[in-house]
Antibody, heavy 119, light 107 residues
């Protein structure tokens, strides 16, 4: 049974970059897609996009182009979310989740990574 | 993007109550509708996929129905562990959007 383990909390200054990891165990990363979801403090879930783990092709939702990059290292079954030029409004919990093709529901989820952007 | 609107935004209920949450899509999404439960400080958990299919391990008191633009999540008899926030999510379009959430609170 696949499990997703995310990296720990991050505290960064505005303008810096951060890289969040999502490591799969119990199954190979290339068996499914990998989606990223943001949840700002006290807010709902916001789909950021997904990465096709067979082709490495990422798709970004509106509002998540330019500063957000999805990547993979299949040799260690790990996906990454990199955010550059961090802003205070990027403060949120970021979740990875397996994206089940072709119905595209999300299961399971990683435990979430809190990224705090503050000077 | 397809907009997903849940109602109500919050509700108060007691253990044993039947609870119904509605999700409406801005255009037809066939049965490409999924439901998640999120408890405070935890990651979301898949409850229902394809509008009415119960995810393995999820109690049978949870059920989903609907197609097209209108969908419903029903909890037949609310249990203490069901107090949480529930989200619908459409997977019809390339951009997969969530509803704003419905918080189920203790009455």
């Amino acid at each position: 049974q696949v499990q997703l383990e995310q990296s720990g909390s991050e505290l960064e200054k505005p303008g810096a970059s951060v890289k969040v990891s999502c490591k799969a165990s119990g199954d190979t990363l290339s068996s499914y897609g990998l989606t990223w979801v943001r949840q700002a403090p006290g807010q709902g879930l916001e789909w950021m996009g997904w990465i096709n783990t067979n082709t490495g092709n990422p798709t970004y939702a509106q509002g998540f182009t330019g500063r957000f990059v999805f990547s993979l290292d299949t040799s260690v079954s790990t996906a990454y979310l990199q955010i550059s030029s961090l802003k205070a409004e990027d403060t949120a919990v970021y979740y990875c989740a397996r994206d089940i093709d072709p119905l595209h529901f999300f299961d399971p989820w990683g435990q979430g990574t809190l990224v705090t952007v503050s000077s | 993007d397809i907009q997903m609107t849940q109602s109500p935004s919050s509700l108060s209920a007691s253990v044993g109550d039947r609870v119904t949450i509605t999700c409406r899509a801005s255009q037809s999404i066939s049965s490409y509708l999924n439901w998640y439960q999120q408890k405070a400080g935890k990651a979301p958990k898949l409850l229902i996929y394809s509008a009415s299919s119960l995810q393995s391990g999820v109690p049978s008191r949870f059920s989903g129905s609907g197609s097209g633009t209108d969908f419903t999540l029903t909890i037949s008899s609310l249990q203490p562990e069901d107090f949480a926030t529930y989200y619908c999510q459409q997977s019809y379009s390339y951009s997969r959007t969530f509803g704003q959430g419905t918080k189920v609170e203790v009455k």
